[in-house]
């Protein structure tokens, strides 16, 4: 049994996790309307619970998929409309599927014709209604991973589970994409020894970007005593970079219970305790 203990409007524990995705990517959107452009926030996912068997980026990774799915139907322009038309496409594809599979097959040369037809269909449903040969030439969401190795795999398996308009690249090494488009920035799960690329490269974005709308940090573990010190470097980081953050959504599980907040409402604290016992707020 989850009690809630809080102080202004609290904010609701989500029912799944693609639900805590929807959630983090509104509050994120009425952020960015409320703050305007070049506005940065933070998202914290964690629903580990102390268990530490998988890295805080491979843990989430599924929330991440989905929230950028989320945030980048609702912010880049054209994008949803994109996105209903690969609905349709499917739709049309089953119904038409359905139909070559209720059709009698006597004929060799119209079962071959219907053989290449339903390669054709189960094709476009395998795709998500995407066409491989289109290339996006819209407004881009580009994800920052803490390393290449993390953002190569995501260019080979997030493909068909983000949208179209999504590139990957990484802290660190030679730079050499082009930033002009981005519209979208994520830092995903940016550790300490990543600060310093992670400026420049923010500085670089918002410089160069002209549609730039906003940077998301998501995980930023930006602030690692063994690496930036307890001195000055660590509290002008926090000035710099960390303190200005806004936490647009929060979600962290803990063995007694979890701690959540979405922007604008207070942070609250959900405690699990067992029905036999009594509880007053």
């Given at each position: 049994m989850l009690l809630l203990l809080h102080t202004g409007q609290p904010t609701e524990l989500p029912?799944?996790?693609?639900?805590?995705?929807?959630?983090a990517a509104l509050a994120t959107c009425q952020f960015a309307e409320a703050s305007g452009s070049l506005s940065r926030c933070r998202v914290d996912f964690d629903t580990s619970a102390g268990d530490e068997?998988?890295?805080?980026?491979?843990?989430?990774?599924?929330?991440m998929q989905n929230y950028v799915s989320a945030l980048c139907n609702s912010m880049i322009p054209g994008l949803m409309q994109k996105r209903q038309a690969e609905i349709m496409a499917v739709s049309k594809a089953h119904a038409e599927l359905k139909a070559l599979d209720d059709i009698d097959e006597g004929d060799?040369?119209?079962t071959k014709e219907h053989e290449k037809k339903r390669a054709e269909l189960v094709s476009i449903i395998d795709n998500g209604g995407r066409d491989p040969s289109e290339k996006w030439e819209g407004p881009v969401a580009r994800i920052y991973f803490p390393d290449e190795g993390s953002a190569a795999l995501a260019r080979r398996d997030w493909s068909e589970l983000v949208p179209s308009c999504v590139e990957y690249s990484s802290c660190?090494?030679?730079q050499m994409q082009d930033v002009?488009?981005?519209m979208l920035i994520f830092f995903f799960c940016p550790k300490a020894s990543e600060s310093e690329y992670v400026e420049e490269l923010l500085q670089k974005s918002e410089e160069s970007a002209a549609d730039l709308k906003m940077t998301v940090f998501v995980n930023p573990n930006l602030v690692d005593m063994g690496v930036t010190g307890f001195g000055m470097a660590g509290r002008l980081l926090r000035e710099r970079l960390i303190d200005n953050l806004?936490?647009?959504?929060?979600?962290?599980?803990?063995?007694w219970g979890?701690?959540?907040?979405?922007?604008?409402q207070a942070f609250s604290v959900w405690y699990v305790r067992e029905r036999r016992v009594p509880?007053?707020?």
């Open positions: 029912d799944s996790l693609e639900d805590a995705a929807e959630i068997t998988f890295t805080l980026l491979k843990s989430s990774t599924e929330f060799e040369e119209l660190g090494g030679v002009s488009k981005d806004t936490n647009t959504y929060y979600l962290r599980t803990l063995q979890a701690l959540t907040r979405k922007w604008p509880f007053t707020l």
